[in-house]
């Protein structure tokens, strides 16, 4: 079936620091979704990304779709201790077998150290 | 608060019982479907419903069971427990119009289900 790979796994760093976290497929996906979960929350969706080559920024937050559609990436600048949490990716397939099911990455757990 | 409602938040029992976790979708949302998240997993995939039928299976073993009714609300059932169902297990929806742009999920609270 088909699996999304998340890297990395954890990552700690100042506040202030950037931090990036990626997300790959070996399939070519048709989205791929952000999604944060606080410490004891639950998943938030972020964003969704669509098309090839596309790059959506949300305040400190940059989103990028691969031009194959088989990476993504998450870039925060300048992180804030409110950025703690985990950072999860999750794609749709391309192709009807997929339909509807998002496939989640192993996510990225982000400590900010203040 | 996402709209989606799971109940009950946490779940004590002990191995070889059955469970019921219930999940109410946000108004107006079609699909529910069941995640489990443990430690060393992730969020991994168990089961989608649309409008009362079965539309994604994912890996859910086969002492679990789901189902979702006419009023939309979900059931996740789980038999003979075993200390390593022990996780938290989220109810998410979607409008399941099959449309990309409204494929994103919203995540219930979720149940923290202990087996001792």
């Known amino acids: 079936g088909q699996q999304v790979m998340q890297i990395p796994q954890y990552q700690h760093v100042q506040e202030g620091e950037d931090f990036t976290t990626y997300c790959n497929s070996s399939?070519?996906?048709?989205?791929i979704q952000w999604y944060k979960q606080r410490p004891g929350g639950h998943p938030v969706f972020l964003i969704q990304?669509?098309?090839?080559?596309e790059v959506k920024k949300q305040k400190r937050l940059t989103f990028q779709f691969g031009e194959a559609k088989k990476n993504s990436s998450l870039h925060i600048t300048a992180t804030q201790t409110t950025d703690v949490g985990t950072y999860f990716c999750?794609?749709?397939?391309?192709?009807?077998?997929?339909?509807?099911?998002?496939?989640f990455g192993q996510g990225t757990i982000l400590t900010v150290h203040p | 608060d996402s709209g989606v409602t799971q109940t009950p938040k946490h779940l004590i029992t002990a191995t070889g019982q059955r469970v019921t976790l219930r999940c109410s979708p946000r108004?107006?949302?079609?699909?529910v479907y069941w995640y489990q998240q443990s430690l060393d997993q992730g969020l991994q995939f168990l089961i989608q419903?649309?409008?009362?039928?079965?539309?994604a299976k994912g890996n859910i073993l086969e002492r679990f069971s789901a189902q979702q009714f006419p009023d939309l609300h979900s059931e996740l059932n789980l038999s003979s427990l075993e200390l390593g169902d022990s996780a938290l297990y989220f109810c998410?929806?979607?409008?399941?119009?099959?449309?990309?742009?409204?494929?994103?999920?919203?995540f219930g609270s979720g149940t923290q289900l202990s087996v001792l």
């Open positions: 998410a929806s979607s409008d399941g119009t099959g449309n990309p742009t409204n494929e994103k999920l919203f």
């Open positions: 399939t070519t996906l048709s989205n």
């Open positions: 990304l669509v098309k090839s080559g």
């Open positions: 999750a794609a749709s397939g391309a192709g009807g077998t997929s339909y509807g099911k998002l496939t």
């Open positions: 108004s107006g949302d079609l699909s």
């Open positions: 419903y649309y409008n009362g039928e079965e539309r």
